[in-house]
């Protein structure tokens, strides 16, 4: 069962106005009771963490102060949590499946109207006419994570004796005679949705269109799975294109509009959020893929510019203002290396290409929306010389400089 969306309002007022005992008690209630995570989450947990009470009195604290808990204690009970697994169910490959004609000819017809759909989402202008239609934002939300699920970890029982089920062998299902179309709805869904994003706002919709699809970005965005991370299958074996890399494409078209950043900002669980901006700081540290690289830079100056709790969260994140400052200095580095080498502007493929003017400002308005938070000053305090080293620099854009002289200005003050 899905959790709706929480609107902007009420979030900002269980920021800021909750202050009784019993409202905070109720609060902290309310998010032991259904926790969910990953194998990779529970690795990564510290066992010196905080003990229960402590962070029960920890977290009621915070809410008495007008501050709404980031993440969760792993040393809370874990007879709360529930233990998902990486990978999500898929087909099993079996010798031999029959399936009937009608249900082999509508999955063609499927495919064929979604190959449509995807091949008018990339005409010009389309876009916006495609934004605009509620049926087929229904039916793409439906479709993102469509029969995509997690199974819950279970514990193995200590014994030497074969399940019987196992030694049935595998049959297949009827029922699931959707497998072989499944992975061409999902792309084609994931490239539309890539394709009109720039132009879609999401909050003229109602709950039931843009909760899916913000929902199903948020969790592609994250999925610790290979389905997520590895290039679709059809594509061939040189293709790097991914479920990831077209999410991340989208959210960032979406988080121009600030509208779409309220929403994404809104979407439970917020604990998602956290890993979002994980994910992305290292996208940002990845020299490698420099279009990824640049569309993270996007979304998470968007993002901390929407919300000083977001700007607070990213701040912690480790690296982060770190890379901000490394994309900042390899463009410089590469408009340098352009001048010094003017020969190789005419090549195919340089070694070093520079980012645009826009994108460097981005990532300066990044670190200035993390400077404005008084709580992460702290952070600046070992990058204070690269800060300075960018500000007075001869090849940096005047536009650019001034948005760093003011996060030097802002972290001098404290």
């Not at 007879?79 to 010798?95: A, G, L, R, V, Y």
């Not at 199974?151 to 049935?168: G, H, I, N, S, V």
Request: hydrophobic share 40%; with cysteine.
């Amino acid at each position: 069962k899905r959790t709706p969306i929480i609107s902007v309002s009420k979030r900002k007022q269980l920021n800021k106005q909750v202050t009784k005992e019993g409202d905070a008690s109720s609060l902290v209630r309310a998010l032991e009771e259904s926790i969910a995570a990953s194998v990779g989450d529970v690795l990564s947990a510290r066992t010196d963490s905080l003990t229960a009470e402590d962070h029960t009195d920890s977290v009621e604290a915070d809410i008495d102060n007008g501050k709404l808990p980031i993440g969760v204690s792993p040393s809370q009970d874990h007879q709360n949590i529930k233990i998902f697994e990486d990978e999500p169910c898929s087909k099993d490959e079996t010798p031999l499946c029959t399936a009937s004609d009608w249900q082999d000819s509508l999955a063609k017809r499927c495919i064929c109207i979604s190959n449509i759909i995807r091949s008018l989402s990339f005409v010009p202008g389309n876009d916006l006419e495609m934004s605009k239609h509620p049926g087929l934002l229904l039916i793409l939300g439906k479709l993102i994570v469509l029969h995509h699920e997690h199974p819950e970890r279970k514990q193995a029982p200590l014994t030497y004796e074969k399940d019987e089920e196992e030694e049935e062998g595998v049959s297949c299902d009827k029922d699931e005679w959707w497998w072989d179309c499944l992975e061409m709805l999902r792309e084609n869904t994931l490239v539309t949705l890539a394709n009109i994003s720039g132009q879609l706002d999401l909050s003229q919709y109602p709950e039931s269109i843009c909760l899916p699809i913000l929902d199903g970005l948020l969790h592609w965005a994250v999925c610790p799975s290979a389905e997520a991370l590895d290039p679709f299958p059809t594509l061939g074996p040189n293709a790097v294109l991914s479920p990831q890399r077209l999410v991340l494409e989208s959210l960032s078209k979406l988080s121009i509009q600030d509208n779409n950043v309220d929403l994404i900002l809104a979407t439970p669980p917020f604990s998602r959020l956290e890993k979002l901006y994980g994910t992305l700081v290292r996208v940002l540290g990845d020299r490698k893929t420099a279009v990824c690289r640049e569309m993270a830079t996007v979304l998470l100056a968007n993002l901390a510019q929407g919300d000083s709790l977001a700007a607070r969260t990213i701040a912690m994140q480790k690296g982060s203002i770190g890379n901000l400052l490394g994309f900042l200095e390899d463009s410089l580095a590469a408009t340098q290396f352009q001048q010094s080498q003017p020969s190789l502007i005419h090549m195919q493929n340089p070694p070093f290409e520079p980012t645009s003017v826009d994108m460097m400002r981005r990532a300066a308005r990044a670190l200035l929306a993390l400077a404005k938070v008084e709580e992460n000053h702290s952070e600046f305090t070992l990058y204070e010389s690269r800060l300075l080293d960018i500000s007075v620099s001869p090849l940096m854009n005047s536009s650019v400089s001034q948005v760093v002289c003011d996060v030097l200005f802002l972290i001098g003050q404290s």
